[in-house]
């Protein structure tokens, strides 16, 4: 398997950037964009997860996830704890620090192309109630055994740069894990709209946190710097994680009326096309379908 292709560095408060060269006829690059594995929890879908991840070696593919990578609700302090939702590994006694082991330890053979790790109101929770960061302390172990990640912040903006033909096209993304309960009827979908008006540089808008699952494509306009017009793509996506706790029979959610929930990620890849506008346009194309 030939070495990743893409280099991750911060480059300010909640703003990184993925440097990537495309020297080859035919260049792309995949990642696979997660959030919400709810790892630990007993309703997580660990089988689906390692198969998404061996096709992200298949792929040659980096790995972005943002947030709730643990669950981390089931410490004797936490009022919504269940035995029912515990894994064994965490019932003797390390609660937190088996939360580390053990999803350290799960993704290892991974960690070499996972690049990003941002933070959840799951981790938000145990850094605000206990004073230690999962997402940091996971990410450690990561980098102990040689993994390029580095942790991003609840939302911000990644920049993927692509030198290509002596140039540097690029395009940017927004990412938040989210907030609100995505909505019964319209999912979280009217947050596209909300979230292009106050985000006029994005070409993408990645959220997680509501578990719903979609991909709309919008559109902006801009004026070129030759003075004519481009109307570009905005990608909107929410991925739904890999927790599937829904039973028709009984339990927290049959209570409270919400419906199951679909479980998975997306696949983002980015390539090179040629855009027949003023000086034989270029741009970096961005497609995404689910990982199911």
Partial sequence: MPELNAKIARTGTGCFQIEMDADQEGWHQDFLLRSDAHHDNTHADQRLELLHLNEAVDRNAGILDIGDLHCAMQGKWDKRSS???????????????????????????????WLFMSPGNHEGSILKHHETDLTERTAERFRASGSPVVVGTYAGFIRFSVRH????????????????????????????????????????????????????????????????????????????????????????????GSPPKPIGAMWLRLSVERRYEPNDHKRIRLDVCEAR
């Fill in 83 to 113: 035995t029912d939702a515990c894994r064994p590994e965490q019932k003797e006694g390390r609660y937190l620090d088996s939360l580390v082991e053990c999803a350290s330890e799960f993704y290892e053979p991974f960690a070499d192309r």
């Fill in 165 to 256: 033909s002596g140039r540097v096209l690029s395009r940017v993304m927004y990412y938040t894990h989210g907030n609100g309960g995505g909505g019964p009827m319209t999912h979280g979908v009217l947050n596209t709209r909300r979230r292009q008006s106050y985000l006029p540089d994005a070409d993408m808008v990645w959220s997680g946190h509501t578990h719903d699952a979609w991909n709309v494509r919008l559109a902006k306009i801009a004026l070129t710097k030759y003075g004519s017009t481009r109307i570009d793509d905005v990608i909107h996506i929410s991925t739904p994680g890999y927790k599937d706790e829904f039973s028709p029979m009984s339990g927290w959610h049959i209570e409270r």
